[in-house]
């Protein structure tokens, strides 16, 4: 069971790829079979289980999109 809930706003999200860039466990990637409503591919977490909290997605989002919660 996940330690760590990632949750996107999607709508937020321009697909700039710096979160996919910075995740140390590889577990972001672009929604390559959706768009959003302002026309981008939105970020999705593949496994949140391999999650370890890091926080470096959220911190490098220039659009605040990501949030993290879970253990502190």
Same mark, same amino acid.
């Given at each position: 069971?996940? /330690?760590?809930?990632? *949750?996107?706003?999607? +709508? ?8 996919? +860039?910075?995740?140390? /466990? ?5 929604d390559?079979?959706?768009?959003n409503? *302002? ?6 977490? *593949?496994?949140? +289980? ?18 993290l919660e879970?253990?502190?």
């Amino acid at each position: 069971m996940a /330690k760590f809930k990632l *949750t996107f706003d999607e +709508d937020k999200c321009k697909g700039c790829f710096l979160c996919v +860039d910075v995740c140390p /466990k590889k577990i972001l990637e672009l929604d390559t079979e959706r768009v959003n409503s *302002t026309g981008y591919n939105p970020i999705i977490c *593949t496994n949140e +289980d391999d999650c370890i909290g890091c926080v470096m997605c959220a911190i490098i989002c220039p659009d605040s999109v990501i949030k993290l919660e879970g253990e502190e």
